[in-house]
């Protein structure tokens, strides 16, 4: 087991990103990751190593009891991580944050747990409390992971009822895995809509592909704050390595 302390076999912060759910926004967290770093030159970035593995079980099947348990393919894919030097973990995947306290007891990596890299990106954006939207998966949501995290913080959460996770979010979802996320983009942006209305300051994309859909589109006539979880952990990364 890697000594969270070890800064790699060649020096410095090494980010090990156990990602792969899905692939899009795994791809998309690495490009994010290069485009937020104050950077002038190759070297001026964070070394980091993607463990990109769309084989792990669905994590909402998991979570609502219809399929595989995900921990198993999760902690091998630390396990690569740890063996290749990484300092510390990012799970581009807010689903998988489920699985965060089995994992967390298995290494003595620090893992940047994206909940509290939303909350950061909050109190950045000056939302220090009051009402806000969270958008996720069904598996996300059952497990109150913004919920419970956000609320002892001063946030009011608000979530879309089951009538639209079945008619929008779900499929909006299922479609950027599809790679589709044009077409993601309508329902995506009608939910944080309605949101909106029902007195949201502010937008939490609690799962990984939706900001993928939201941003094929136009999102001016949203008119309040999304909270992109993908770049909100990518900065938790660059904050990690001093960066």
């Not at 608000?158 to 993601?184: C, F, G, H, Q, Y």
Request: with cysteine.
């Amino acid at each position: 087991m890697s000594d969270a302390s070890s800064p790699g076999p060649f020096g410095g912060p090494f980010l090990g990103v156990l990602g792969g759910m899905g692939p899009l926004a795994s791809a998309q967290f690495m490009l994010r990751l290069t485009l937020l770093t104050p950077a002038e030159r190759d070297q001026d970035h964070l070394p980091a190593l993607l463990w990109s593995d769309p084989r792990v079980p669905d994590r909402t099947a998991a979570r609502l009891g219809q399929g595989e348990d995900p921990l198993p393919w999760l902690l091998r894919g630390l396990r690569g991580l740890e063996a290749a030097g990484c300092g510390a973990i990012a799970i581009p995947c807010n689903t998988a944050h489920g699985w965060y306290d089995g994992l967390a007891a298995a290494t003595r990596l620090p893992i940047l747990h994206i909940v509290d890299a939303a909350a950061a990106e909050l109190a950045r954006q000056g939302i220090d409390g009051g009402r806000i939207g969270i958008l996720g998966t069904a598996g996300t949501l059952d497990m109150r992971l913004y919920q419970s995290r956000l609320e002892g913080r001063g946030y009011d959460c608000i979530v879309p009822d089951p009538a639209e996770m079945a008619a929008l979010v779900s499929p909006a979802i299922a479609l950027v895995k599809a790679n589709r996320p044009a077409e993601a983009h309508a329902p995506l942006a009608e939910m944080a809509s309605r949101l909106r209305a029902r007195g949201a300051a502010a937008v939490v994309l609690g799962c990984t592909e939706i900001p993928l859909g939201i941003q094929a589109g136009p999102t001016d006539a949203i008119g309040l704050p999304l909270i992109d979880t993908i770049d909100a952990l990518a900065l938790a990364a660059l904050r990690w390595a001093g960066r």
